[in-house]
């Protein structure tokens, strides 16, 4: 007979992170003790095979003050393709985890509870992922046009959900930039403050449900720090030495923050198994594979120097690694996820021309470095996976001196747009390539300006591409053939 435990449901969460198609990441956010009651907050799962009522793994988890009293847990020796249950929760006690009674024999009567699925097995040849990013906080044209309450980027996830639930597959989510917005509306500048934002944002009923059900892969953006965000900042001459204290802090708090609800449940997060390390990060990109698919995430923000010379969006360690990566598998299906646009650029000058080299266009050093790279290792079947602009569409580059060599770039804005957006005009979408000589803009489509996401499906050689208004509605579909 199992012991009924006082657990309670995470306050935040759970959220499905980084799973193969042998373990999986459960995160989840407790809450502070009672002031004075001289206990500590723990976390608690259970992993339950379907149609099961019996735990078949169970973990104790930390969450500490200073993660905001987040968290995650892993589980391993899961079978592929497969769906489990699990519950999640969190209880205050006196006692540390290692002297507390085994998880598994624990009755999580009103812990949160929720199910998954693993992976695809490698190699296997099909996939279904969706994509998307810019979660805006204000209301969207479409809220002023009908005089309707802003659901503040919920309702797309309504209708995701709807997709996975009526039984389109969906092996996982990339969220790639901008889930909160730090500096719009109330600016934050303390680890409380992002904090806050964030147990706000991930709260709204529809996300949290999907990100209990589906893998989801986050990175960030410049509004989960500061608009336009370059590590320059930091040492900006023109600032006070109060000032650039004052932006260190909230640089440092932002990212405390970030680490806290978009890091630890993703691959990032390297388990140490070391006592008292739970946190071990290293650096924000990563890497991940599923089903037929490779992924490489990006940090274009905290290693971004654009006074350096040439301007760096990424580190040489981190520019060595995709490097690296692309040459492991020239010939299979890879997702390069870089949160501003890698292509094509924005026709912007005078007050905009900041806005337009915020993104890869004011970084073409490295850009021609990567395009050269691809091109001449004679790298194939690459996208590049982006979001931040608040518009969707998708654009193909090749090559004028290698017709074989063809890149596309696919971008998905926003999940909440705002009322205004650039127009398509806005965007170079025909001739070179700004500062590339070699390479051609050839082709494009599916611009749209409102509220989306967009979905994806491989069947080997060609990529489906969906894109869906927030209510269901497909607004675009086409097939790109990747070995054209």
Not at 421 to 426: A, R, Y
């Amino acid at each position: 007979m199992a012991l009924v435990f006082p657990v309670k449901p995470v306050t935040v969460g759970p959220i499905v992170g980084h799973t193969t198609d042998t373990t999986v990441r459960l995160w989840g956010r407790g809450s502070p003790p009672p002031v004075g009651a001289g206990v500590m907050c723990h976390g608690v799962a259970q992993l339950l095979e379907a149609g099961s009522t019996t735990p078949s793994q169970a973990r104790y988890f930390k969450l500490l003050p200073e993660d905001d009293f987040t968290g995650s847990v892993d589980f391993t020796g899961l079978k592929p393709g497969q769906t489990y249950a699990y519950r999640m929760g969190f209880f205050y006690s006196d006692v540390e985890q290692h002297l507390l009674l085994p998880a598994v024999g624990l009755e999580l009567q009103d812990a949160s509870a929720s199910v998954f699925r693993t992976a695809r097995a490698p190699g296997s040849p099909e996939l279904s992922l969706v994509f998307g990013s810019c979660r805006h906080p204000v209301p969207g044209l479409e809220d002023i046009l009908s005089f309707g309450l802003p659901d503040r980027g919920d309702r797309v996830f309504r209708t995701i959900l709807d997709q996975v639930e009526g039984g389109r597959p969906t092996d996982l989510m990339l969220m790639v930039g901008d889930q909160i917005y730090a500096d719009v509306a109330a600016s934050d500048k303390t680890f409380a403050q992002y904090c806050a934002n964030y147990q706000r944002s991930f709260s709204q009923p529809n996300l949290r449900r999907l990100l209990s059900r589906v893998p989801t892969y986050m990175t960030l953006d410049d509004h989960e720090l500061i608009d336009n965000w370059s590590m320059d900042r930091l040492h900006d001459a023109r600032q006070s030495p109060e000032q650039l204290a004052a932006t260190r802090a909230r640089f440092i708090a932002a990212l405390q923050a970030y680490r806290c609800y978009q890091v630890v449940h993703g691959p990032a997060l390297e388990r140490k198994h070391e006592q008292g390390l739970t946190n071990a990060i290293t650096r924000y990109w990563y890497t991940f594979e599923s089903g037929p698919a490779r992924f490489f995430v990006m940090d274009v923000r905290t290693e971004r120097y654009k006074h350096a010379q040439p301007p760096e969006m990424i580190s040489a360690t981190q520019l060595h690694a995709l490097e690296a990566w692309l040459r492991a598998d020239k010939g299979g299906l890879k997702f390069v996820v870089t949160p501003v646009p890698f292509f094509p650029d924005m026709r912007l000058a005078g007050w905009g021309l900041s806005e337009r080299n915020d993104k890869w266009a004011g970084f073409q050093h490295q850009r021609q470095r990567l395009l050269d790279f691809m091109r001449d290792e004679g790298v194939r079947r690459a996208v590049f996976l982006s979001g931040d602009v608040h518009v969707s569409f998708w654009t193909a580059l090749k090559s004028a001196s290698r017709p074989d060599f063809r890149v596309h770039s696919i971008i998905s804005s926003a999940f909440n747009t705002p009322a205004i957006t650039p127009p398509e005009l806005l965007f170079e979408t025909r001739g070179i390539l700004d500062g590339q000589t070699d390479y051609v803009l050839d082709g494009h489509g599916g611009y749209t300006p409102v509220s989306n996401f967009t979905r994806l499906s491989w069947k080997e050689p060609v990529l489906r591409v969906e894109i869906f208004d927030r209510k269901g509605k497909r607004l675009y579909e086409t097939s790109l053939n990747l070995d054209a």
